[in-house]
């Protein structure tokens, strides 16, 4: 199944843990879940999936949600442009920027970042007990996050 | 959740708002009320309105009531998202929508709006919720009414002082003042002054040279209309003819204080005889009467360069924790402040507060009875 690539596959091993039924997280939503202690959104962006940690490098806001958004991307002087509509996350707090795709702040990517995480699309194979209150069929799949 | 805040915090700056404006209606007579039906109520902050802000409509995202109404305007949500959260013991509101009453042309129309909102705080805040104390705004069009309104309000056990804003027609040290201060002095009440409505009205423009392009620029010029207030307070020597007072100055940073003062005590030496009734160093004025809070708290270069500056700022009397809720630029009382040594965090964090606002620590009985 198609899998978001992120830039931070880890080698270390994760494990897979169920987040929602496809047909429960359409394009433009997003699903805050609670894994091993951790808070982590996932989203789906226009059919692509990602993951973040639900928590703000700067002061631990409830980073996941936050808007889902464009910004005005680096001009010259005086020129505004509004671009990059539905990659970028904006804090609830103070308002600092994330893109989805790599969690790297937009005003310091190289220093100043959030925790990704690898978000897969698979057929639902074995009827899982936790899930059983849903009859799913191969063609609708889960969404699982690698934590 | 988090984990809950051990310590004892007192929040020196809690924004709460109304849900429509009509609830000041039941506090002013028919004749504002009619006015405001047909203009709205004709106040508006620094800049009078043309800039930006931060967050979402300068809110911290998630602080919007579910039913759609204003940030800040819901009690419950308040206890839930800070008081309750961070184990606030007291809590200093400042109010939002009528703190530009001094911008307004009306003086008495000024003063109407001031003593409503007061009444409203207390009815709708202070009296519901005891961890609330509030500030009575004054308008300062004509302090012989905003010494009246003070007198009218200061008695309530749910009101720890005055509040302004930032911009004015003229500097806080003047004597245009004194009938406001007379009041306050008499009582040993504090003045509180909260940044904004610089440039507003009839205020003077929001920065020395005029007037900035963009809301992060009109945001740095708090600190220079904080030192233009206090730089007459002790020249004007009000420090002296009001030694009962305290004033305090909120949002408008504190890492810039120490070297201020620095300058401000050099150039004493030398200028000291056009001002003789300022007998000591400007800096010994500053560090035993005026008051700053936390937030917005910056970075600086990590915690050590923040430590230094907490020592050379005295901040071990002279700063105060705030949170700023519900604005966009809140501070976190878990992780805003660097680490430093448990004394000056508990002065920081509440002491300093509970000595300016005279707030009794509240007991575990006291906690029991609410
Ligand atoms: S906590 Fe996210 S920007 Fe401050």
């Given at each position: ?93 103070h308002g ?52 | ?44 902050t620094t800049g009078?309105?043309g800039f930006l802000n931060g967050?979402?409509?300068g ?106 804003q930032a911009g ?25 002054v909260h940044t904004g409505g610089e440039g507003s009205?009839?205020n003077g423009n929001p920065t020395p040279v005029g007037y900035p392009s963009y809301y992060i620029e009109a945001r740095q010029s708090r600190a220079m209309s904080y030192q233009a207030h206090i ?18 100055f909120i949002e408008g940073g504190y890492i810039w204080l120490?070297t201020f ?31 700053f809070t936390?937030q917005p708290m910056e970075q600086g ?8 500056i ?14 700023d809720?519900?604005h966009w630029d ?41």
């Amino acid at each position: 199944m198609e899998q978001a690539t992120t830039e931070r596959a880890s080698t270390r091993t994760r494990e897979k843990h169920f987040v929602a039924l496809l047909r429960d997280l359409p394009p433009g939503s997003r699903k805050i879940v609670s894994i091993q202690g951790r808070s982590i959104g996932v989203f789906n962006i226009d059919g692509q999936f990602y993951a973040l940690k639900n928590s703000c490098p700067h002061q631990g806001a409830p980073l996941c949600a936050g808007r889902i958004k464009g910004t005005r991307v680096a001009t010259k002087p005086f020129e505004y442009v509004y671009a990059r509509e539905n990659e970028i996350i904006k804090c609830p707090w103070h308002g600092w920027e994330f893109e989805i795709s790599t969690g790297r702040s937009i005003f310091n990517p190289h220093r100043v970042r959030v925790q990704t995480y690898d978000v897969t699309v698979e057929a639902q194979e074995e009827p899982d007990p936790s899930i059983e209150m849903y009859p799913v069929t191969v063609e609708e799949g889960v969404v699982m996050v690698h934590v | 959740m988090p984990p809950r805040a051990k310590e004892a915090i007192i929040d020196c700056d809690i924004h709460q708002r109304f849900k429509s404006h009509k609830e000041l209606y039941p506090y002013l007579s028919k004749a504002w009320q009619k006015d405001i039906d047909e203009f709205g109520l004709r106040l508006t902050t620094t800049g009078s309105g043309g800039f930006l802000n931060g967050g979402t409509g300068g809110f911290r995202e998630d602080s919007y009531p579910a039913d759609g109404t204003m940030a800040g305007s819901d009690l419950p949500l308040m206890r839930e998202q800070l008081l309750d959260y961070y184990d606030i013991e007291y809590g200093i509101l400042t109010g939002q929508d009528c703190s530009p009453v001094s911008t307004l042309p009306n003086a008495d129309y000024a003063n109407a709006i001031a003593s409503a909102y007061n009444d409203w705080m207390i009815e709708h805040w202070i009296e519901p919720e005891p961890r609330l104390k509030g500030l009575a705004l004054i308008a300062l069009q004509n302090p012989n009414q905003a010494a009246k309104e003070l007198e009218r309000v200061l008695d309530h056990p749910g009101i720890v002082g005055a509040l302004t804003q930032a911009g004015a027609r003229f500097p806080y040290g003047q004597r245009f003042y004194d009938p406001i201060y007379e009041v306050l002095n008499d009582r040993g009440m504090p003045f509180v002054v909260h940044t904004g409505g610089e440039g507003s009205g009839w205020n003077g423009n929001p920065t020395p040279v005029g007037y900035p392009s963009y809301y992060i620029e009109a945001r740095q010029s708090r600190a220079m209309s904080y030192q233009a207030h206090i730089t007459s307070l002790i020249f004007e020597g009000a420090f002296d003819r009001f030694p009962n007072i305290q004033w305090v100055f909120i949002e408008g940073g504190y890492i810039w204080l120490p070297t201020f003062l620095w300058r401000l005590d050099s150039d004493w030496k030398g200028l000291r005889d056009q001002t003789p009734w300022v007998t000591r160093p400007p800096s010994e004025y500053v560090f035993e009467r005026v008051r700053f809070t936390t937030q917005p708290m910056e970075q600086g270069e990590g915690p050590k360069s923040l430590l230094q500056i907490f020592e050379w700022g005295r901040a071990e009397k002279t700063l105060m924790f705030a949170t700023d809720y519900p604005h966009w630029d809140f501070d976190s009382p878990e992780q805003a402040l660097p680490r430093m040594p448990e004394e000056l965090r508990r002065r920081i964090m509440s002491e300093n507060a509970r000595e300016v606002f005279k707030l009794p620590v509240r007991t575990t009985e006291a906690l029991a009875a609410d």
